[in-house]
């Protein structure tokens, strides 16, 4: 089988454009703004109300939940957008022949590392989405998109403590 | 005359069928700019590789500007458009949290299903951290929902905010990240990584 050489990643500025124009696809069509973290809050809902519905009933995170969105937490906007991220992400892999299973990492530290680091990661890019009412695609760039001053806050906040984080985790990177 | 679903040009399900495609488009273009490689978005902390920067910003920018662009000609109603509400504290206290977890996991939830698209594994463990994040939020929400739900401000923008019109706060805008811009491109010739 011929080895297909990896295609190199887009001129950043032309992919910004382009993502630009997907928020505002979403916006003039849909009325509101890409997100990533709200399809993994409608997931968590639906698991815990199924395999715990008494649970779920008690909790206000899980009624209040119901309340404002129907019956089906995964029958959302969000949801089915996040599916098609996956899609377009496995999409564009195959184009620029990057599909390949790996634990991607700095090479001076072991994978087994990266991937404590990155589950340790997952857990609070989760909780804090929760606080934040979204993440960098929801809050910080939909809601700067729209010039809300929360995603303002939101994103100088995330970049913020990450580059003010940086040097304690320098190992991880560099 | 946008949006197309407030105007029922659309129906919901359309909306919700439509939601898919504009997931494509998301997923396609973070991947291309290489948005599925952890090693790629921690670059932005470290200056080796800004694209982060870059792509956050241009799209940032051409958001705000088509937006204004189709309200001027008509062609949607800003007014109909959701605002993100502004919780003063929660936004603040998420955000340094997500800022932790950045630079911990190297992936934010958008980037992370991109990346465990191609086949990322630290991207899938990320994942599994974001679930378990948010059922921690959702089981221990007693304890924190005073500090959720204090300093609400409605859903300001930031032009009302300052008092200032639109087009210049879009314009501020511009010229910081013209600014950042040129930090960026700085910045990766000062610490530059051989190919990683």
Same mark, same amino acid.
């Given at each position: 089988?011929?080895?297909?050489t990896?295609?190199?990643?887009?001129?950043?500025?032309?992919? !910004?454009?382009?993502?630009?124009?997907?928020?505002?696809?979403?916006?003039?069509i849909?009325?509101? $703004?890409? $997100?990533?973290?709200g399809a993994?809050?409608?997931?968590?809902?639906?698991?815990?109300?199924?395999? @715990?519905?008494?649970?779920?009933?008690?909790?206000?995170?899980?009624?209040?939940?119901g309340? @404002?969105?129907?019956?089906?937490?995964?029958?959302?906007?969000?949801?089915y957008?996040?599916?098609?991220?996956?899609? !377009?992400?496995?999409?564009?892999?195959?184009?620029?022949?990057?599909?390949?299973?790996?634990?991607?990492?700095?090479?001076?530290i072991?994978?087994?590392?990266?991937?404590?680091?990155?589950?340790?990661?997952?857990?609070?890019?989760?909780? $804090?989405?929760?606080?934040?009412?979204?993440?960098?695609?929801?809050s910080?760039?939909?809601?700067?998109?729209?010039?809300?001053?929360? $995603?303002?806050?939101?994103?100088?906040a995330?970049f !913020?403590?990450?580059?003010?984080? @940086?040097?304690?985790?320098?190992?991880?990177w560099? | 005359?946008?949006?197309?679903?407030?105007?029922?040009?659309?129906?919901?399900?359309?909306?919700?069928?439509?939601?898919?495609?504009?997931?494509?488009?998301f997923?396609?273009v973070?991947?291309?700019?290489?948005?599925?490689?952890?090693?790629?978005?921690?670059?932005?902390?470290?200056? =080796?590789?800004?694209?982060?920067?870059?792509?956050?910003?241009?799209g940032?920018?051409?958001?705000?500007?088509?937006?204004?662009?189709?309200?001027?000609?008509?062609?949607?109603?800003?007014?109909?458009? =959701?605002?993100?509400?502004?919780?003063?504290?929660?936004?603040?206290?998420?955000g340094?949290?997500?800022?932790?977890?950045? &630079?911990?996991?190297?992936?934010?939830?958008?980037?992370?299903?991109?990346?465990?698209?191609?086949?990322?594994?630290?991207?899938?463990?990320f994942?599994?951290?974001?679930? &378990?994040g948010?059922?921690?939020f959702?089981?221990?929400?007693?304890l924190?929902?005073?500090? =959720?739900?204090?300093?609400?401000?409605?859903?300001?923008?930031?032009?009302e =905010?300052?008092?200032?019109?639109?087009?210049l706060t879009?314009?501020?805008?511009? &010229?910081a990240?013209?600014?950042?811009?040129?930090?960026?491109?700085?910045?990766?010739?000062?610490?530059?990584r051989?190919?990683?």
């Amino acid at each position: 089988m011929e080895k297909k050489t990896v295609k190199p990643y887009m001129n950043p500025y032309l992919a !910004g454009v382009l993502l630009g124009l997907v928020v505002l696809a979403a916006n003039v069509i849909s009325g509101r $703004g890409l $997100g990533a973290s709200g399809a993994v809050k409608s997931a968590i809902v639906a698991s815990v109300e199924t395999i @715990a519905p008494a649970h779920a009933e008690a909790k206000t995170f899980y009624n209040s939940y119901g309340e @404002a969105h129907g019956s089906n937490p995964l029958n959302s906007w969000l949801v089915y957008q996040m599916l098609g991220v996956v899609v !377009g992400g496995f999409l564009s892999g195959i184009i620029s022949h990057r599909l390949t299973w790996k634990v991607e990492h700095n090479p001076k530290i072991t994978s087994r590392r990266r991937l404590i680091f990155a589950l340790a990661g997952g857990i609070l890019f989760g909780l $804090g989405s929760q606080f934040g009412r979204g993440c960098t695609s929801g809050s910080a760039l939909s809601g700067m998109a729209v010039l809300s001053l929360g $995603g303002f806050i939101s994103m100088a906040a995330i970049f !913020g403590t990450a580059f003010m984080l @940086a040097y304690f985790f320098r190992k991880l990177w560099i | 005359m946008g949006p197309l679903v407030v105007y029922e040009v659309i129906t919901e399900n359309t909306n919700l069928f439509l939601a898919f495609f504009i997931g494509i488009g998301f997923g396609f273009v973070l991947e291309q700019a290489g948005f599925s490689s952890s090693r790629k978005l921690a670059g932005m902390f470290y200056g =080796y590789d800004t694209v982060v920067l870059k792509v956050f910003f241009t799209g940032a920018i051409t958001a705000m500007l088509g937006l204004l662009f189709f309200s001027l000609f008509g062609w949607v109603d800003l007014s109909l458009i =959701y605002v993100n509400e502004t919780f003063v504290h929660s936004a603040i206290l998420g955000g340094v949290v997500m800022g932790a977890g950045f &630079i911990m996991g190297g992936f934010c939830p958008g980037t992370s299903f991109c990346g465990a698209a191609i086949g990322k594994i630290d991207a899938w463990v990320f994942i599994i951290g974001l679930f &378990i994040g948010v059922f921690i939020f959702g089981e221990g929400y007693s304890l924190w929902e005073d500090v =959720y739900k204090a300093g609400f401000l409605g859903s300001p923008r930031i032009s009302e =905010y300052f008092g200032i019109s639109e087009g210049l706060t879009v314009l501020l805008v511009i &010229i910081a990240a013209a600014f950042m811009f040129w930090g960026g491109e700085w910045a990766e010739k000062k610490f530059p990584r051989e190919d990683y």
